[in-house]
């Protein structure tokens, strides 16, 4: 795509949010679907900045809850116990960038969760999909060790490779940020789950847990399924390894119903702008991404696993 397209096609989505925003619907879903269940959502690196706007508006839209917080009262049936628009914000991976997220964390009182890979933490290693564009849908689909041959062919990258600059927040930005930072469990290296061998699967998700348990001196209670890919092995071996709650990234919201090891959440794009943020918050983009789903499946267009 060159960069003319690529440009218009972000005019284009810029767009398409104010005017989804402009409808009222998201205001509409927010009131008829937020107010008693929890909203969860996904970041990864966003810039400082563009974090304080968000901080912002869902601070007025929302209340900031901590995930440990909202788990234990949809564990227990006991929503009620929640403040109403209860919100949980969730990092993905532990990326160097999110030290200097920790001024606005304190600034906002907001209480945050972030997912560590517990191999790549504290080390000059970097994360296998740092050394791409973006991950590739055949990518996805090649077993475990394929995709490592792939990835150290086609771009150098080997996972127990110490590289000049590193990835992720170091053990002593952990520290400094434990006030107001929820650290949990996203694996050992961020594999896909589903395309690894039952022996590695069962590592990544179960020694995650008890090393950073040892490292940080308190329970993980919470693991996030890398790149949101998992299937029934991931969940028999999550709760196995006694995690009480795993989290997808199915949009959807936290209810007392719900499967607590296939908990749902919005992905934010770290680039997205308030707008945008409001629409996918909301759930009216997660819901019109499903609808179009089941259309592509009925009319024979698209497979149903998509």
Known sequence: MSLTSTTLRSMMMRALFRLLRL??????????????????LLYHDPKAGLFEHHLKWLKKQYTIVPLKEAVEAVLQHQLQRLPDYPLVITFDDGHRGNRALLPLLERYAAPVTIFLCSEIVGTQRHFWFSHLPQISTDLKRLSDQE??????????????????QRDALTWREVAEMERWVDFQSHTLRHPILPNCTDE???????EAKTQLETRLNTPIYALSYPNGDYGHREVRLAEEAGYPCAITVEPGYLHADGDPLRMPRM??????GVDELAVKCSGVWGFAKQAVKGLLVRLGLQRGEW
């Open 147 to 164: 995709r490592l041959e792939h990835l150290k062919v086609q771009a150098g990258f080997e996972e127990t490779r110490d590289y000049d």
């Open 267 to 272: 992905v934010i794009r770290d680039r997205a």
């Open 200 to 206: 590695r699967a069962k590592r990544e998700i179960m």
């Open 23 to 40: 409808s009222l619907v998201p205001a509409l879903f927010r009131r008829l679907f937020q107010r008693r269940r929890v909203t969860l």
